[in-house]
């Protein structure tokens, strides 16, 4: 199987990162090499926590970046044939890595997304865990949606087979590195949300990319930003979105999605309204229109 490099960017939350470590230490492939990107952590505690496994190379960024810098500096600096990032949020699972590294075989497949379900102690071990993302899916329309979120996991089981899907969520794809490098890496501009989306579209250019359901990473879901997204982060991942759409969608494609799109931008503009958010959307929206 190809050499793998788990990439992990990380700012502050370093009892999370310790946490990923731990069951990285446990799961990893012995010739596997892990690198921690400290994005400039307050007091360098990203650095402290990596610095407890021995086996984490450690890169720290001289001022906070953001998750595209952080995560394109870990993979220019890995060295495997197989790049995974990793939320610092996200824990793995016996075999994670080798299912996935398996799809590689074929050198069709440019990327693979595991099976990420969601770690919500509040629900976990009484309830059947829920689905956070079986790879990603993009409507024409202009906006991105995770395969299955939130569909109860055992009740959807059958129906999570592996097979092609539309993209990789970043929480925890796999990349084959030369495709990443050739696809021209993640958005800096972007500092964090729907980068993921942005890159495979491009990467969709180069191959395939697969779903596989034996990898499995766990993922706590909330704790990026809470259950509810405060205005700056609606800002910014409204403004991303759109960005996504008018970097991607071009020629003919974007002449005959534009109807579509300004259909789903009034629907979300309507919704918006409905939750009390539609100035940091709308916002969100003009920045990107601007080009800002």
């Not at 994670?96 to 590294?101: N, Y």
């Not at 129906?159 to 794809?173: F, K, M």
């Not at 991607?248 to 009034?266: D, F, K, S, Y």
């Not at 939750?275 to 959307?281: H, K, L, S």
Request: glycine share 8%.
């Amino acid at each position: 199987m190809p050499r793998l490099s788990v990439v992990i960017p990380s700012h502050r939350r370093a009892d999370l990162l310790r946490l990923c470590l731990q069951t990285v230490a446990a799961h990893r492939l012995a010739d596997s090499e892990v690198i921690v990107v400290d994005d400039c952590s307050p007091a360098g505690c990203v650095s402290s926590a990596a610095a407890e496994f021995p086996f984490v190379r450690l890169i720290r960024l001289p001022k906070q970046s953001g998750f595209c810098v952080a995560a394109n500096a870990g993979i220019r600096a890995a060295t495997g044939d197989v790049v995974e990032l990793l939320n610092d949020d996200t824990e793995v699972t016996p075999g994670w890595a080798d299912a996935a590294l398996a799809r590689f075989a074929d050198p069709a497949v440019v990327a693979v997304a595991p099976l990420v379900l969601q770690l919500d102690p509040a629900r976990l071990p009484h309830l059947p865990p829920l689905v956070d993302s079986a790879g990603d899916e993009y409507d024409p329309g202009g906006f991105a949606r995770k395969r299955w979120h939130g569909s109860n996991a055992l009740a959807v089981g059958s129906r999570l087979t592996a097979g092609n899907c539309w993209g990789v969520s970043a929480t925890a794809g796999f990349y084959r590195r030369s495709a990443l490098l050739s696809a021209g890496l993640f958005p800096e501009h972007f500092g964090a949300y729907f980068e993921d989306v942005d890159l495979s579209h491009r990467l969709r250019k180069h191959g395939q990319v697969w779903f596989e359901p034996s990898s499995v990473v766990w993922h706590r879901v909330s704790a990026s930003y809470g259950r509810v997204p405060n205005r700056r982060v609606l800002e910014q991942q409204s403004c991303n979105e759109e960005r996504v759409f008018w970097r991607n969608v071009r020629g003919r494609e974007m002449w005959r999605n534009l109807p579509r799109h300004a259909a789903v931008l009034a629907g979300k503009a309507v919704r918006r309204m409905g939750e009390g958010r539609f100035v940091p959307w709308m916002v969100g929206r003009l920045r990107a229109w601007c080009g800002a």
